[in-house]
């Protein structure tokens, strides 16, 4: 622990970060390994495996389990050494980037997960876009080395070209594919060897002292043992050594390398974490909010809906941003002002949730409700604070929708703006015409909407293509707005929370609009703000 750190013990102990990965780096079993690890599971699933253990458990929803994608972000809690770890495991497939987007404004710190024979990929480049838009420390795990992978330097280079980071080893490779031995621990001199025959056995670890130390002969061959003293020698002279404050500022990555399925080096990756990740931050709202302020303060970053398809609930998951939380405080929900009994807060080990009874400055709990809380809600002990930075972000792909049976029109209605709560999708009631235009990011969603409208609602539907392609946020005097809703009818919809929207398939008609209405905005984000 850091000696310095001037939070009370509780809060100081507390890591709240999220895994982000192109997807198949290996991101869901990395995530199932930290749970084994911390106690939580007793076997890890993985995403590939037969029958029981193919149900990974950070992995809830049914398309979920059925594809072997994480499409919606799940929050753990669990204990690991004297550290209480905050996992957000966040949707690998780029159709899901605005939820992962949202997910990263409630952590303190980021794991990114490469594999080691792709290297940098198209989507983690634009997650660690967003990370560095937010200054967040990272730990970079090269995956999948008892694979073919790419040389070391090689995948260094790789990351401090594409990502413009240094990158400081944390450890070392000995040998890849079916010559991978283990690692070289650079931070505490150790050998430390993977064990092939059980799978969630941890394998052992040697002190040594140095590269010199006549013990690495009993355990590596000659020509492994040249080939790491001599690479090593180099990355001392290449590469940055680690520095802790330059890793805090988001300047320099520590990498570690390893084969989640192995449960090997995961165990080094989360005592990185531990000992040099960052503590719970000071988080930006009207003001800024230290977690050790004494009065509770939280905000939603994320809302899932029946979460167990038995209760219709909602739960929305809370990143506490400072105080210490007890199980029964009334909060005031700042949005409308009123007093919320939170009686039966949740603490999630991915699809099992036990009851709150305390939580800290950093942790993440889930609040069932029916419906009031919202992405960007603040909640607070009185105090109407307004947080920043969540943002909302314009679809890229609008499709309408209707329900194939027309007498169910009404649960359609329901549904859909459920979801629109939730953040899943953006849902537009046109001025003209019935029915609604279903916005999203990536097509995916079309399909995932539709199946959990099938199996949570028992409601078939279908999406068509519509006229629109774009959606603008529509801002400015009030008077304004209202004349160019009255002279566009045919273009104009409201969202989810009765803002107006100009819908078009032009950027000819955007960039007239902000001719003929210069005092009026059109965005393509929206701040969740209340």
Known sequence: MNQTSSLPPEIARRRTFAIISHPDAGKTTLTEKFLLFGGAIQMA????????????????MKMEQDRGISVSASAMSFDFRRYRFNLVDTPG?????????????????????????????????????????RDLPILTFCNKMDRESRDTF????????????????????????????????????????????????????????????PELEKHIPAGQLAKLREELEMARELLPAFDRQSFLEGHLTPI???????????????????????????????????????????FVFKVQANMDPKHRD?????????????????????????????????????????LAEEAWAGDIIGIPNHGQ?????????????????????????????????PLKA??????????????????????IGSGFIVGVVGSLQFEVLASRIELEYGLPVRFESSQFTSARWVSGPKQEVERL?????????????????????????????????????????????V
């Open 154 to 213: 090689e995948i260094i280079d790789e990351i401090q070209e594409n990502l413009a980071i240094d990158v400081a080893p944390a450890s070392w490779p000995i040998g890849m594919g079916r010559d991978f031995l283990g690692c070289y621990d650079i931070l505490h001199d150790r050998l430390e060897l993977m064990d092939r025959a059980d799978r969630n056995r941890v394998a052992e670890s040697i002190k040594i002292n140095g590269l010199d130390d």
């Open 93 to 133: 497939h780029s159709d899901f980037s605005e939820d992962t987007y949202r997910t990263l404004t409630a952590v303190d710190a980021a794991i990114m997960v490469i594999d080691g024979a792709k290297g940098v990929e198209s989507q983690t480049r634009k997650l660690f876009e967003v990370c560095r838009l």
């Open 485 to 529: 809703v009255n002279i566009n009818k045919q273009h104009i919809a409201t969202d989810s929370d009765g803002d107006a929207v100009f819908l078009t398939r032009l950027q000819w008609d955007i960039d007239r609009i902000q001719r003929d209405f210069p005092e009026l905005k059109l965005t393509a984000t929206k701040e969740m703000m």
């Open 45 to 60: 699933g993985q995403v590939r495996a037969k029958g029981e253990a193919r149900r990974t458990r950070s992995d809830f």
């Open 256 to 298: 570690w390398f390893g084969s989640a399925i192995n449960s090997f080096g995961v165990k080094e990756l989360m005592d990185g974490m531990g000992e040099h990740g960052p503590e719970p931050q000071p988080q930006h709202a009207d003001r800024t909010i230290r977690p050790e302020e004494p009065t509770v303060t939280g």
């Open 410 to 431: 009404k649960h359609l209605d329901k549904a859909l703006l459920q979801f629109a709560e939730e953040g899943a999708a953006k849902v537009f009631k046109p001025m």
């Open 314 to 354: 909602r739960v929305a998951f809370v990143r506490l941003a400072s105080g210490h939380f007890e199980r029964g405080m009334k909060l005031t929900h700042v949005r409308s002002k009123k007093q919320m009994a939170v009686t039966n807060p949740v603490l999630f080990l991915a699809a099992d949730r036990e």
């Open 373 to 405: 809380l919202r992405i960007g809600d603040a909640l607070t002990e009185g105090e109407l604070l307004r947080f920043t930075g969540i943002p909302s972000f314009a679809p890229e792909l609008l499709q309408t929708v209707r329900a194939l049976d």
